[in-house]
């Protein structure tokens, strides 16, 4: 695998829009910090973009199924370019609503790139390494986050905020020139894909995910570190407000994305031993528990152990949900599949981002976090219910065949 050029321009390129993307991110931080004054507003600021996501996302998938891999993630790179130059005008005129065209721009090139990237990775190395490097991806995706996030945070106090942004477009120019070495084999998929997206639509994938329980399970399971992730930027924020230390800030990413790679590291080892289903279970079990430590937020220790813990957690479980869908998906139905995963991130994030907005205003982070821990602790003994009712079912029906 690591002979793979392919794989080298993968998480090279991945490393290098992550520290433009965090930079993008810390920046409109910044920017949201300075001109919007409530959770909630800025809430439904970063829900506006997640919603453009949205309604493009069925598009995405056909025309992901349809086209080249490559295609897709080249002109998608392009728009996320062009989209950082209204940022920039938004900063120019402190106006709010270039901001938003931003975001939007932002989101729609996401809602292309992210289900091309995740159908090109089968592509591009073997099933029995696809665990590997999903866990590596993933890493290095966080590796930029940390750097990316304590880059900006000095940036930001040595740099106008401008030039924040147009590091982050050089970096989206780097990946773009970078997609355009990839070369993999899809030239007989991608025709066969042709003939049948026009008589199969975007609503053909669900029947396909209704015979694979796994799958099904997986995705309904992804809701819970989503309860976590979808507000956690402003949970940041509040956090540095309740300890009044702007240095948290940097703490935080860091202890959670170094415990990230360290779950993402480790998953290679821990997966001989262990089956998926308990690897997930166990992981949203203890994304719950780091939740429920957030009620002592106003602690800087037991804040950075909870992030530690929800970093290690989310490390285990992505790569083993990411591995689960390349390979029990078929392939002729990656793009739809992908798009559709990515529309029900996205649809989750807004709500859990306007929940968690309109929460941190009416009852504070601490209730809040108990609420949200107790929710995905409950909702994973329910689902851990059902899955093992649904195996002993399968079992029952094996014997008797």
């Known amino acids: 695998m690591w002979r793979n050029k392919n794989v080298w321009i993968l998480l090279t390129g991945e490393f290098i829009a992550g520290l433009g993307l965090w930079l993008g991110i810390i920046g409109n931080l910044e920017f949201m910090q300075e001109k919007i004054p409530s959770d909630f507003l800025k809430s439904l600021l970063l829900a506006a973009g997640l ?10 998938g056909r025309l992901t199924d349809q086209h080249s891999k490559k295609k897709v993630m080249l002109i998608s790179g392009f728009v996320r370019a ?3 130059l209204f940022m920039l005008v938004a900063i120019h005129t402190g106006s709010v609503w270039w901001m938003l065209v931003f975001l939007i721009l ?7 790139y992210f289900p091309a990237l995740q159908a090109a990775i089968p592509l591009v190395v073997n099933e029995k390494d696809l665990l590997l490097l999903n866990g590596v991806h993933m ?11 304590a880059a900006a945070g000095i940036l930001l106090v040595s740099i106008p905020l401008n030039m924040v942004y147009i590091l982050s477009l050089a970096a989206y120019l780097v990946l773009f020139i970078l997609t355009w070495f990839l070369h993999f084999d899809e030239k007989t998929k991608v025709q066969s894909a042709k003939t049948g997206v026009k008589r199969q639509g975007f609503k053909d994938v669900f029947p396909v995910i209704s015979k694979l329980p796994i799958v099904m399970m997986t995705l309904i399971l992804t809701l819970i570190p989503l309860l976590f992730l979808g507000g956690f930027n402003l949970i940041v924020i509040n956090i540095s407000e309740l300890q009044e230390s702007s240095a948290i800030k940097g703490w935080i990413y860091t202890a959670e994305g170094i415990a990230f790679m360290s779950g993402a590291f480790l998953i290679k080892r ?11 279970f166990t992981s949203s079990l203890l994304i719950g528990l780091s939740q429920l430590l957030l009620f002592f937020a106003n602690l800087p220790v037991l804040t950075i152990i909870a992030f530690a813990l929800f970093g290690f957690s989310v490390g285990c479980f992505f790569p083993t949900g990411a591995t689960i869908f390349q390979t029990k998906v078929p392939k002729d139905y990656h793009g739809r599949f992908f798009s559709f995963r990515n529309m029900m991130d996205r649809v989750v994030f807004q709500i859990v981002l306007l929940m968690t907005g309109f929460l941190l205003d ?10 949200f821990g107790v929710l995905s602790i409950v909702m994973t003994t329910i689902f851990f219910i059902k899955s093992r009712n649904l195996r002993a079912i399968g079992d029952t029906e094996r014997n008797v065949s």
């Not at 919603?51 to 995405?60: F, R």
């Not at 932002?106 to 292309?112: D, H, P, T, V």
């Not at 009416?362 to 609420?371: D, F, H, R, Y």
């Open 362 to 371: 009416a009852v504070g982070l601490q209730n809040m976090s108990v609420m």
């Open 270 to 280: 821990i997966s001989s031993n262990i089956s998926p289903y308990k690897i997930l």
């Open 82 to 84: 062009v989209s950082v």
């Open 106 to 112: 932002l989101q729609i090139s996401a809602a292309f």
């Open 139 to 149: 890493n290095v995706a966080t590796l930029s986050r940390v750097i990316g996030t």
């Open 51 to 60: 919603l453009a996501g949205i309604a493009v996302g069925p598009l995405a």
